[in-house]
């Protein structure tokens, strides 16, 4: 069963951290490169930040140095710790397989809200 389950989000000031997880059912952790993606209101959605190997990490210009992408092979987890907030990382986060397509499965995301 394909499943995809996002938590961790929250409404954050501007300057503050939060950790993202992401539970990944087996059968799309164990053959894929993993990221994570977002979407804001009235924006397409983006690709955020996605982990090709245990030392590769590729993240958007937005968001490197503040962000840390994980994942976590025994738990079929995936993370992401984001710090140093702004007001323009506001959106719903999303996990899923690397170029994920709009046809592929998608879980309900997690909402992150950055006041300033």
């Known amino acids: 069963q394909v499943q995809l389950v996002e938590s961790g989000g929250g409404l954050v000031q501007a300057g503050g951290s939060l950790r993202l997880s992401c539970a990944a059912s087996?059968?799309?952790?164990?053959?894929?490169?993993m990221a994570w993606y977002r979407q804001a209101p009235g924006k397409q959605r983006e690709l955020v930040a996605v982990i090709l190997s245990d030392v590769v990490r590729n993240y958007a210009d937005s968001v490197k140095g503040r962000f840390t992408i994980s994942r976590d092979y025994a738990l079929n987890m995936v993370y992401l710790q984001m710090n140093s907030l702004k007001p323009e990382d506001t959106a719903v986060y999303y996990c899923?397989?690397?170029?994920?397509?709009?046809?592929?499965?998608w879980g309900q995301g997690t909402q992150v809200t950055v006041s300033s």
């Open positions: 087996r059968s799309i952790f164990a053959n894929n490169r």
């Open positions: 899923n397989k690397f170029m994920a397509g709009t046809y592929d499965y």
